[in-house]
Each structure stands twice: as structure tokens, then as C-alpha cells.
T-cell receptor, first 115, second 114 residues
Framework: KAGVTQTPRYLIKTRGQQVTLSCSPISGHRSVSWYQQTPGQGLQFLFEYFSETQRNKGNFPGRFSGRQFSNSRSEMNVSTLELGDSALYLC??????????????FGPGTRLTVL | KQEVTQIPAALSVPEGENLVLNCSFTDSAIYNLQWFRQDPGKGLTSLLLIQSSQREQTSGRLNASLDKSSGRSTLYIAASQPGDSATYLCAAILSNFGNEKLTFGTGTRLTIIP
């Protein structure tokens, strides 16, 4: 069974631009969560989608948004990029909501660099 | 504020030794706790998941325990190998009035010395 895939793997943008990252969960998984990882803040939760609905959201500004499609694939968008948005963005999928004690499986991440 | 803490931030041990990594969390109302490893520049690999009703889980040379009353979890690695070198992260889903999410510790960077 294929794992979680994320595209693109690397991205370089300039301040003020916007970016869209994509995540394809493991087949059959309905929950997709997004995380931001930086050296200073560690891994922080962005949001979780389950069956096309946002079920949970972390403490990030409205510039960060996401959505989930009927096939469970998910995208996240960051508008008006700032230097501080440079990070590794990780996507994770699970069968149900992570709260339902199910293992989360992570993708390799998208490395975003904002210049 | 709900927090997950890992100490130490870095650990070096000779190959073959047994070792313990520590994780503490602030809320005993925990749904589950998961241990991951992360290799440099890579995503996270799930190692063990302990549900709130469980005390420990084992997989090969790894054993994870959960003590809700003290707010602690440990990851025991037996007979360490150079391939175990990585950053180990614990993450807990803590009760938060329907807004539960996976909260990560800052990780322990483990180096196994051949």
C-alpha cells in the first residue's frame, strides 16, 4: 500500500507570494492533518480535515488555509508569504480522526523556503 | 497551556547499550501517545502508539510505557545500533473540549556511537 505523498518536495518563493501544497493520504484514510516544523518552534499543528470538513484548527493566522477533496486528497494554501513561513510542512493521514486513537502516518514533507 | 516536554534534547550512547528516552505531558486526560522517529530532512516514522487504556507497547527492540498519573512516557531501546541514530519525538493527543490535536515534544536527538 502506497504511503502518504506530498508535492512538491521543495519550493522556493518570495515574500508576498502565495503557495499551494498538496497531500495524498494512504488509500482508505479519511483524516488528513497538516503540521509546520521549524527549528525554533518544533512541530506545530495547523489543521485537520475529515471527510472534507475542517474538524480542528491550530493557532495560525488566516493566511493559512486548507481544504480536502472527496477522494481525501488535501491541499493547504499560504497567502502573502512571510520569511517566517519558511519551514518543513508535513501532512499526516489516519483512518479516522487522530482523536480516535489511530496511528498517524506522515508524508516526507514539503520544504518551503521564502526569500 | 497543554505541553509535551522531552529531556534531554540530545543524547549520545555507545553502540550496544540500552537506553531510555523521556517524555512528559501536562494533562492526565490523554487520548493516546505516539512515538516517532525522524531522520534528517525526512518525514516522521511512527514507532509505537499507546492508547490511554494501555500501560505499554512493544515492537522489536522498542518498548514504550505510559503513566497517566505522573504524566510520563518512556521509550526504551534495547541493544542500540548505529541505525537508531535519529531524532525521537513523542506526541500526545490531550483532552481539549473537542479541539483535540496531536501535540509534539521538541524531540531528543539520539546518536549511537559505533
Amino acid at each position: 500500500k502506497a504511503g502518504v505523498t506530498q508535492t512538491p518536495r521543495y519550493l522556493i518563493k518570495t515574500r508576498g507570494q502565495q503557495v499551494t501544497l498538496s497531500c495524498s493520504p494512504i488509500s482508505g484514510h479519511r483524516s488528513v492533518s497538516w503540521y509546520q516544523q521549524t527549528p525554533g518552534q518544533g512541530l506545530q499543528f495547523l489543521f485537520e480535515y475529515f471527510s472534507e470538513t475542517q474538524r480542528n484548527k491550530g493557532n495560525f493566522p488566516g493566511r493559512f488555509s486548507g481544504r480536502q477533496f472527496s477522494n481525501s486528497r488535501s491541499e493547504m494554501n499560504v497567502s502573502t508569504l512571510e520569511l517566517g513561513d519558511s519551514a518543513l510542512y508535513l501532512c499526516a493521514s489516519s483512518s479516522w480522526s487522530p482523536r480516535d486513537t489511530d496511528t498517524q502516518y506522515f508524508g516526507p514533507g514539503t520544504r518551503l523556503t521564502v526569500l | 497551556k497543554q505541553e509535551v516536554t522531552q529531556i534531554p534534547a540530545a543524547l549520545s550512547v555507545p553502540e550496544g547499550e540500552n537506553l531510555v528516552l523521556n517524555c512528559s505531558f501536562t494533562d492526565s486526560a490523554i487520548y493516546n501517545l505516539q512515538w516517532f522517529r525522524q531522520d534528517p530532512g525526512k518525514g516522521l516514522t511512527s514507532l509505537l502508539l499507546i492508547q490511554s487504556s494501555q500501560r505499554e507497547q512493544t515492537s522489536g527492540r522498542l518498548n514504550a510505557s505510559l503513566d497517566k498519573s505522573s504524566g510520563r512516557s518512556t521509550l526504551y531501546i534495547a541493544a542500540s545500533q548505529p541505525g537508531d541514530s535519529a531524532t525521537y519525538l513523542c506526541a500526545a493527543i490531550l483532552s481539549n473540549f473537542g479541539n483535540e490535536k496531536l501535540t509534539f515534544g521538541t524531540g531528543t536527538r539520539l546518536t549511537i556511537i559505533p
